[in-house]
């Protein structure tokens, strides 16, 4: 394959926000009588946030407002590059590849997460919450992302850190990348069997230098 574009998650992969969604979610679910343990928002994890509302039984009446709490409850500040992530970007772009995101989280929350992170300056395509009317691990979104790019899923390769990520790569043909983080459990990511697997960012890093020379 001719490599012209790398299409990352943005949480837990790119990004550490893990202690903010953890954070926030325990305030919000506890305000309606729910309580849950940092073990168990792992194991129920999903980037579909409708999806993690199901897997801790939180009634559909209560859906909306839980998304309306969401800016008050999240502190963006918290929300830090994993270490590792700069170097990636750079060395990509370095190559004048073409660098997507495709991430469950909104407008909003990259809007408000910009002044921290400064992403504009690696990222050149988005596609948030908002942008595709399935979740993934629906193709659609990384279908979308492909069409902003202008690039073939046997161009590209996507990465990762939960098993929807995996799946949605797979259901388009495209190389996937897994990278394990705080949202997903390891054998979780292991059993969705990814193309190449990581433990973090340089383990990455390496593999692209290694592609390249």
């Known amino acids: 394959m001719e490599l012209k574009g790398v299409i990352f998650d943005w949480d837990g992969t790119l990004v550490d926000s893990f202690s903010a969604c953890i954070k926030a979610t325990r305030e919000i679910f506890n305000k309606f009588g729910f309580d849950i343990s940092e073990e168990e928002y792992r194991e129920k994890f999903s980037p579909n946030w409708y999806e993690i509302y199901r897997r801790h039984n939180i009634p559909e009446k209560y859906w909306k407002e839980i998304d309306l709490l969401w800016k008050d409850y999240f502190d ?4 830090k590059w994993r270490e590792g992530a700069i170097e990636n970007l750079t060395f990509l772009r370095d190559l004048n590849l073409k660098i997507g995101v495709v991430t469950a989280s909104t407008k909003e929350d990259i809007k408000r997460e910009k002044p921290y992170l400064h992403p504009e300056k690696y990222i050149d395509e988005w596609i948030t919450w908002e942008d595709s009317q399935k979740p993934k691990p629906d193709p659609l979104p990384l279908l979308k992302i492909l069409s902003k790019l202008k690039l073939s899923p046997l161009e590209v390769i996507y990465v990762g850190d939960t098993p929807e990520d995996i799946e949605m790569g797979k259901r388009v043909r495209i190389i996937t990348i897994g990278i394990f983080s705080p949202f ?25 230098k290694d592609l390249v020379f």
């Open 76 to 79: 963006y500040s918290l929300v």
């Open 184 to 208: 997903t459990p390891k054998e979780k990511l292991i059993l969705s069997n990814p193309n190449f697997l990581f433990n973090d960012l340089f383990e990455l890093l390496n593999f692209w």
